[in-house]
């Protein structure tokens, strides 16, 4: 619903290495986890705010950032208690997470620090070190700039407060049911 991206079982240590690998990727810099639909999240994360919330931004281009529960590998970003989660509103990656019954760890389709990609054209690069390449087709308008912000990133580890890690495509939506619905503060 955003960018291509790269996807692996997050659960599978040796897939996330290869991840980090293929992208040369700083191995501090954390992966997201996606999930096939809001139940999933109370698996891995700790959530603090209503379930109301998710389901209000979820599914949708928003990374929403919590304490991750002790069931997610602790190999997948083992320098920070926290971890971000996705359901991306496209019916082909939550039917995968679903199948596969575990989360799947997400990175844009991209050499780390590179543009985003909208096609799968524009990464392939990446192609012979992939198992798997799905052409959803383009994505976005490929003139416009937005298009490449890829989701809003929003730390919701902190009762009562939200952080913007990463503005993407939806800030003014987020912040809007953050604060206006339910009364989120800015964590400043």
């Excluded at 999930?35 to 705010?49: L, P, S, T």
């Excluded at 950032?65 to 991306?88: A, H, Q, W, Y």
Aim: aromatic share 6%; net charge negative; charged share 20%.
């Amino acid at each position: 619903d955003t960018i291509y991206g790269i996807a692996c079982l997050a659960q599978n240590s040796q897939s996330i290495s290869n991840i980090y690998n293929v992208k040369g990727r700083n191995g501090t810099k954390p992966l997201a986890i996606c999930v096939g639909n809001v139940e999933d999240i109370y698996r891995y994360c700790r959530v603090n705010v209503p379930d109301q919330l998710l389901r209000d931004l979820l599914p949708g281009p928003v990374t929403l950032v919590m304490e991750r529960s002790d069931r997610l590998n602790k190999e997948l970003n083992p320098f920070t208690s926290l971890v971000g989660v996705r359901i991306p509103d496209h019916a082909f990656i939550r039917q995968l997470a679903e199948v596969c019954s575990e989360p799947l760890a997400l990175t844009s389709a991209n050499i780390s620090s590179q543009e985003s990609t909208l096609t799968v054209e524009e990464f392939r690069d990446l192609w012979p070190k992939l198992s798997l390449v799905v052409d959803g087709g383009p994505i976005g308008e490929h003139s416009s700039p937005e298009c490449r912000l890829g989701s809003t990133v929003v730390d919701l580890s902190v009762p009562g407060k939200f952080t913007v890690i990463r503005d993407g495509c939806a800030l003014t939506h987020t912040v809007d049911i953050l604060s206006n619905s339910y009364g989120l503060l800015p964590n400043s």
